[in-house]
Antibody, heavy 117, light 107 residues
Framework: QVLLQESGPGLVKPSETLSLICTVS????????WSWIRQPPGKGLEWIAY???????NYNPSLKSRVTTSVDTSKNQFSLKLSSVIAADTAVYYC???????????WGRGTLVTVSS | DIQMTQSPSSLSASVGDRVTIACRAS??????LSWYQQKPGKAPNLLMY???SLQTGVPSRFSGSGSGTDFILTISSLQPEDVASYYC?????????FGQGTEVEIK
C-alpha cells in the first residue's frame, strides 16, 4: 500500500518561503504522477501543481510565479516550495499520488502551515 | 480556467435516503471528472473516477454519472458514516479545479 507523509515547518513568516517534502513509501516515485493540493481552514480544495520524475511540472497559474517543485528519486521524495508567502497561504497542504485515470488516488494526511509573524 | 459548480452546498437527509449531488462544469470536461469524500479532520478520499467508475474499496451505494458539463454523484441509501463533505474535480485541463464542496448531514 502506498503511503505518503508530508513534512516541513508548521509556521512560516510572511514574505518567506514555505518548503514541504513528501516522503513516499510502498511504491516507487518513478511510477506515477504526484500532486500538491491545499485547503485553507474551513474552505475548499485547491490544486497547486503536479509532476513526475521525468517531464516538466505543471503549475496552477495563480501560483506559478511563486511555486517550485522537484522530485528526488534517490530518496523517494518530492517537494514543494512556495515563495513570498502571505497569510492567505495558510492551509493544510496535501501531497497526493495520482491514480491511473487522472484522479487523485492516494493522499497524505496533510500538514497545516500557518503564515504568521 | 474551468469553473466547477456544485449543488447544493449542503444537504440534510435521513438514513436510508437517496442523495444526489450535482457538479456542473463551465465547459466540457469529457469524462475527466472525479469525486472525493472528506470527513472532518481527514484527507479527502477518492470515490469515483472517470465520472462513473467506482474506486476499489468504495461501497457500491455510491455511483456517478454524466459527461461533458453535467455530473451527478448518488448515494443510494445514506448511512451515518457518509456524513462528510463531497468535492468534484475536473482533470480535463489545467489548472485542475474543484467544486466548492457539498456538506452532507444526517437529519
Amino acid at each position: 500500500q502506498v503511503l505518503l507523509q508530508e513534512s516541513g515547518p508548521g509556521l512560516v513568516k510572511p514574505s518567506e518561503t514555505l518548503s514541504l517534502i513528501c516522503t513516499v513509501s510502498g511504491g516507487s516515485i518513478g511510477s506515477s504522477y504526484w500532486s500538491w493540493i491545499r485547503q485553507p481552514p474551513g474552505k475548499g480544495l485547491e490544486w497547486i501543481a503536479y509532476m513526475s520524475y521525468s517531464g516538466s511540472p505543471n503549475y496552477n497559474p495563480s501560483l506559478k510565479s511563486r511555486v517550485t517543485t522537484s522530485v528526488d528519486t534517490s530518496k523517494n521524495q518530492f517537494s514543494l516550495k512556495l515563495s513570498s508567502v502571505i497569510a492567505a497561504d495558510t492551509a493544510v497542504y496535501y501531497c497526493v499520488r495520482h491514480a491511473s485515470t487522472s484522479s487523485l488516488g492516494y493522499w497524505g494526511r496533510g500538514t497545516l502551515v500557518t503564515v504568521s509573524s | 480556467d474551468i469553473q466547477m459548480t456544485q449543488s447544493p452546498s449542503s444537504l440534510s437527509a435521513s438514513v436510508g435516503d437517496r442523495v444526489t449531488i450535482a457538479c456542473r462544469a463551465s465547459q466540457s470536461v469529457g469524462s475527466f471528472l472525479s469525486w472525493y469524500q472528506q470527513k472532518p479532520g481527514k484527507a479527502p478520499n477518492l470515490l469515483m473516477y472517470a465520472a462513473s467508475s467506482l474506486q476499489t474499496g468504495v461501497p457500491s451505494r455510491f455511483s456517478g454519472s454524466g459527461s461533458g458539463t453535467d455530473f451527478i454523484l448518488t448515494i443510494s441509501s445514506l448511512q451515518p458514516e457518509d456524513v462528510a463533505s463531497y468535492y468534484c474535480l475536473q482533470s480535463f485541463s489545467t489548472p485542475w479545479t474543484f467544486g466548492q464542496g457539498t456538506e452532507v448531514e444526517i437529519k
